[in-house]
């Protein structure tokens, strides 16, 4: 699923990936994807949830000082993500119901933000 040498910021990314991933699962969700990647973007994990499509960006900090994780998703990042999925999005005939969804992990614990980026 994740390449096998990582940098030590890479394998803590992945980390958090797999407990993003556990923590869906465990609410009911089925991984389609994970680290989607295309030339506008990355999408951290693809789902189902039930007939809807779930994108989701996983963001992770340490503690939540400086506003933790969820307010590290910039405005940039943000249209990243929305391209990502649009592109992702052009393999299907028909455009099944989707949403952006944001887990953010604040040392131990997890926030699950659903449909938290709207496009």
């Not at 994807?33 to 973007?41: H, L, R, T, W």
């Not at 000082?65 to 990243?80: D, F, N, V």
């Amino acid at each position: 699923m994740w390449p096998a040498r990582l940098s030590g910021k890479q394998r803590q990314g992945q980390a958090g990936e797999q407990r993003a991933l556990q923590y869906l699962a465990r609410h009911g969700l089925t991984l389609v994807e994970a680290n989607f990647s295309c030339k506008c973007g990355e999408i951290d994990l693809i789902l189902r949830d039930g007939e809807a499509l779930v994108f989701v960006e996983v963001r992770q900090r340490g503690g939540s000082t400086h506003g933790g994780a969820a307010a590290s998703i910039t405005p940039a990042k943000i249209r990243r993500v929305v391209r990502a999925a649009q592109t992702y999005l052009l393999r299907f005939p028909r455009v099944p119901p989707c949403r952006i969804d944001v887990v953010a992990i604040d040392g131990e614990a997890i926030d699950w933000l659903r449909d938290a980026i709207q496009v």
